[in-house]
Nanobody, 123 residues
Framework: QVQLVESGGGLVQAGGSLRLSCVAS????????MSWYRQAPGKQRELVAT???????NYADSVQGRFTTSRDNAKNTVYLQMNSLKPEDTAVYYC?????????????????WGQGTQVTVSS
């Protein structure tokens, strides 16, 4: 139905930058909220950033001013630009999308997770 593919993770030194991408494909009618979560070893998954269909954004306090999320609706893609990275940003990052799916007979809403991409920030 709908597939999400993330890319852009990697190893970076503290103070560096990375840009994550999440591309959705399949039977998509529309996408409302697009979010980024992260999960560090031994910790719970936490919400990092959200962008609504109208372009409104919200960020966790820990990344406010350093991370920026954006979307390209024509490409069904959400981005996370991460600047001034810190070792505590090390985690697996997941995109999460609320999708209205084109079903065989009707549309329906479903939430999807990306496969995750590792971000490692060295000190």
């Amino acid at each position: 139905q709908v597939q999400l593919v993330e890319s852009g993770g990697g190893l970076v030194q503290a103070g560096g930058s990375l840009r994550l991408s999440c591309v959705a494909s399949g039977s998509i009618f529309s996408i409302s909220d697009m979010s980024w979560y992260r999960q560090a070893p031994g910790k719970q998954r936490e919400l990092v950033a959200t962008i609504t269909s109208g372009g409104n954004t919200n960020y966790a306090d820990s990344v406010q001013g350093r991370f920026t999320t954006s979307r390209d609706n024509a490409k069904n893609t959400v981005y996370l630009q991460m600047n001034s990275l810190k070792p505590e940003d090390t985690a697996v990052y997941y995109c999460n999308l609320d999708v209205v799916v084109r079903g065989a007979f009707q549309r329906y809403q479903k939430n999807y997770w990306g496969q995750g991409t590792q971000v490692t920030v060295s000190s």
